[in-house]
């Protein structure tokens, strides 16, 4: 195998750094923004008129790169700019990064039974490497077979598209579905609780479509009603002036997991809310602003024991330390036998990632 060396070019490496710097910057705002890239655009040249970006960046030419490099494209119904398929990839990848950053070094991520026994047996199924995977079940003939036909030579310059490894016969699929709260109150009292969920659902979106491809990951709101929404629609996520239908969210999260082939099946919900809302057998709306009414309360539970029959535990991760709410959340985890968490705003991405990717370790639903 080859290795080919290079000048040190610091000129090529600072205009990377700026560009990687002014691209934290553009994602973030896309988040912030509900995905919209001409008003981001705007923003950034806004706060360099304001003196926050060097007035030696010229931004024209960021938003050139950002088109060369297809991370955004234009819109044909409108004059302006919108996000394309690698953009979006791109933006999950960074929020999946931000959030990797945060946790504990160490082994993370495992997914694989907890049995006794030696190491996981190798299948003859394979599939491509991705980050994080073990270099014993990397198939090193397939993969140099690989970098013979990409470089036509046999100088063996081998890259990390070329490498296969074979799927482990005891690695546990699963189907998870995210449901996130998008009730009024997460955007009550000036705090911004959406945004934080929406960078989690990319985040986990990216690990898991990169690390567990076998995996199934739907995504669900729920306001007055609920929705499953497509990955590519994340960042037009908005919170809105709902109340909040935990019961219908949780229905519409088992409907869509006792669809899916995967034998495992998990609920993760996101809330700071009380159920206010709840729909009733002809149709129509009871609610109760409030929150915490007994018709309400009684029937979210239900929910959540048909969750429980069908073998779908419910992790809750709550941002708010309301103690009504708390002990409504005890309840609900308790007929559900699931779990509970308590966090806030700023650590909520991290948290739950690492949660996730813990559980991976030793738990089969």
């Known amino acids: 195998m080859k290795f080919i060396y290079e000048k040190f070019d610091l000129l090529k490496l600072l205009k990377q750094g700026m560009f990687d710097n002014l691209q934290s910057l553009f994602s973030m705002l896309l988040m912030k923004l509900a995905g919209d890239v001409d008003e981001a655009l705007h923003v950034m040249e806004a706060l360099q008129n304001e003196g926050y970006i060097d007035d030696n960046i010229d931004l024209q ?33 960074h929020a999946f990064e931000e959030i990797f950053a945060k946790l504990k070094r160490g082994r993370v991520g495992e997914h694989v039974l907890e049995e006794a026994g030696g190491s996981p047996e190798l299948s003859s199924e394979k599939r491509p490497y991705h980050f994080g995977d073990e270099p014993r079940s990397i198939d090193y003939l397939a993969s140099m077979l690989n970098t013979v036909r990409r470089e036509a030579s046999l100088d063996l310059m081998m890259n990390e598209d070329d490498l296969e490894v074979y799927e ?3 690695t546990s699929d699963l189907a998870v579905s995210l449901l996130i709260d998008i009730s009024h109150s997460m955007v009550l009292y000036g705090e911004d609780r ?40 994340l ?10 239908n935990t019961q219908m969210g949780l229905r519409k999260a088992r409907q869509i997991l006792l669809q899916k082939k995967q034998v495992n099946k998990q609920i993760i919900m996101i809330t700071d809310g009380k159920p206010s809302i709840i729909k009733l057998n002809d149709g129509s709306y009871y609610k109760n602003p409030f929150g915490l009414d007994p ?25 708010a330390n309301d103690p009504s709410l708390i002990d409504f959340v005890h309840k609900l985890t308790k007929v ?16 739950v990632i690492e949660n996730f990717m813990n559980n991976r370790k030793s738990r089969l639903y």
């Open 61 to 93: 030419d960021f938003q050139d790169l950002l088109e060369e490099k297809k991370i955004i494209q234009r819109d044909p119904l409108s004059d302006g700019y919108r996000l394309s398929h690698l953009g979006n990839f791109k933006l999950r990848e």
């Open 168 to 170: 482990s016969d005891r």
């Open 235 to 244: 960042m037009k996520l908005s919170a809105g002036p709902y109340h909040t």
């Open 194 to 233: 959406i945004t934080p969920a929406k960078k989690l659902a990319l985040a986990l979106t990216h690990y898991i479509k990169t690390r567990f491809p076998k995996d199934d990951l739907s995504i669900v709101l729920f306001g007055d009603t609920a929705q499953e929404i497509h990955s590519a629609d």
């Open 295 to 319: 018709k309400i309360v009684n029937r979210t539970l239900n929910e959540a024991i048909l969750c429980r029959k069908r073998s779908i535990p419910i992790t809750t991760f709550m941002i």
């Open 336 to 351: 559900n036998c699931g779990k509970a968490f308590y966090c806030d705003i700023d650590n909520l991405e991290s948290f």
